[in-house]
Every structure is written in C-alpha cells, then in structure tokens.
C-alpha cells in the first residue's frame, strides 16, 4: 500500500519560514493535499492540488510536490500556526495520510 | 454555510457495533462524495472509506473491508458510518469530510468520539 512520511516534529521561531516535507514513491505525479489541525479541533485545509490555496488560507501558506517529496512552506510563521499538520495523498481511490508533523513556534 | 453535523458521543461495550451520523446543510448533499477519517487519541488521521452520495457506491479501505459500512438517507441530506465487532484499538474521534470537485477535504464534520471500554 502507499505510504506517506513526515518529519515527527519541527521547531520554528515567530516570523521565520517552517518547512514540513512529506515523502512518497513519486509523489510528484499526484496531487499532494495539507490539513492544519489545532489541538481538539477538527483538520483544515490549507494547501490543496499542490501549491493551491482556499479562500480565507493566509498567502503565509504555500506548497510544492516534486519528484518524491512534497512541501508546505509557511513564510513569517506566526505563534497561532502552531498545530499538527498533515499531507495526503489519493492512491486508486484510497485516501492516504502521511503521520502527521508537529510544529511547535518558540 | 456549508456545515456537516455529526451525531454525539457513544460509548460501546467490545463486540457491538456503532453508527455515526453526519448531516450535510448548505449544498447539494449528491453532488459531493462523503468521506470518513478517525483518529486515536493522540494518533495521526486514518482515512476508512468513501460514499458517493448520489449512487450509494462506497470504497472501503482493506483494514475495514467486512467490518465497515457507509451509507445515506438522501432525503435527510445525512450520511452514515457503521462500524461493528468493535473491540478496544477503535477508540477514536471519528469524522466525515467532504470531498470536493479538486478531490480536497475541504468540509470536516466536528468529530465523534466513539469508546469502546468493557
């Protein structure tokens, strides 16, 4: 089955850029979704088909896919983007979550 | 607004099986594919399975497959999600999401947390 890896954790200062990978067999030729999820909410979408943002998603959010890794990039990270974040991805139809990254701002 | 509501809270003894609602408002409850997600307390997002409301078609994932059944009542706009022969590792927030026309989850129900104690 296919699988999708994260980085545990990542740590970021308020105002830098925070990078959180997301890695699988070539990633890069599906779409690659983000899901923000703050402590006892349910998942937002923040990135979606790549490097697309919804509506009311701060332009603070970006991503890329490429090759086996997929990106979301979150520029002047700021202290209420602290939160799980997820990746996933569609395999014949069947949904496919990477482990999840926590990202701590401090 | 375009909201799911999901059904309360449930407590279940090993064995039993239990079904989570999850009403769909501001859209056209057909036009869109149904999917369910859980997660263990402290655990990462598990994707179960997929309803297309308009058809009843489903897919399940295999970890699922015999146990699992999603279904609908399109006059109620509401989606439904039966899981059976629980036993303790389905402890967990169980949530519908919407998928849309970019194949994102883009609508997230508020979560039911189903245990499963003795």
């Known amino acids: 089955s296919y699988e999708l890896t994260q980085p545990p954790s990542v740590s970021v200062s308020p105002g830098q850029t925070a990078s959180i990978t997301c890695s699988g067999d070539?990633?890069?030729?599906?779409?690659s979704y983000w899901y923000q999820q703050k402590s006892g909410q349910s998942p937002v979408l923040v990135i979606y088909?790549?490097?697309q943002r919804p509506s009311g998603i701060p332009e603070r959010f970006s991503g890329s896919n490429s090759g086996n890794t997929a990106t979301l990039t979150i520029s002047g990270t700021q202290a209420l983007d602290e939160a799980d974040y997820y990746c996933?991805?569609?395999?014949?139809?069947?949904?496919?979550f990477g482990g999840g990254t926590k990202m701590t701002v401090l | 607004q375009v909201h799911l509501v999901q059904s309360g809270a449930e407590v279940k003894k090993p064995g039993a099986s239990v079904k989570v609602s999850c009403k769909a408002s501001?859209?056209?409850?057909?036009?869109?594919?149904i999917n369910w997600v859980r997660q263990a307390t402290g655990q990462g997002l598990e994707w179960m399975g997929w309803?297309?409301?308009?058809?009843?078609?489903?897919g399940y994932v295999q970890k699922f497959q015999g146990r699992v059944t999603i279904n609908r009542d399109t006059s109620i706009s509401t989606a439904y999600m039966e899981l059976s022969s629980l036993r303790s590792e389905d402890t967990a927030v169980y949530y519908c999401?919407?998928?849309?026309?970019?194949?994102?989850?883009?609508?997230w129900g508020q979560g039911t947390v189903v245990t499963v104690s003795s």
């Open positions: 996933q991805a569609w395999d014949s139809n069947t949904g496919v």
């Open positions: 070539k990633l890069g030729d599906r779409y």
């Open positions: 999401a919407r998928r849309d026309d970019s194949s994102a989850f883009d609508i």
């Open positions: 309803m297309n409301p308009n058809s009843g078609n489903t």
């Open positions: 501001g859209y056209t409850f057909t036009s869109y594919e």
């Open positions: 088909q790549d490097n």
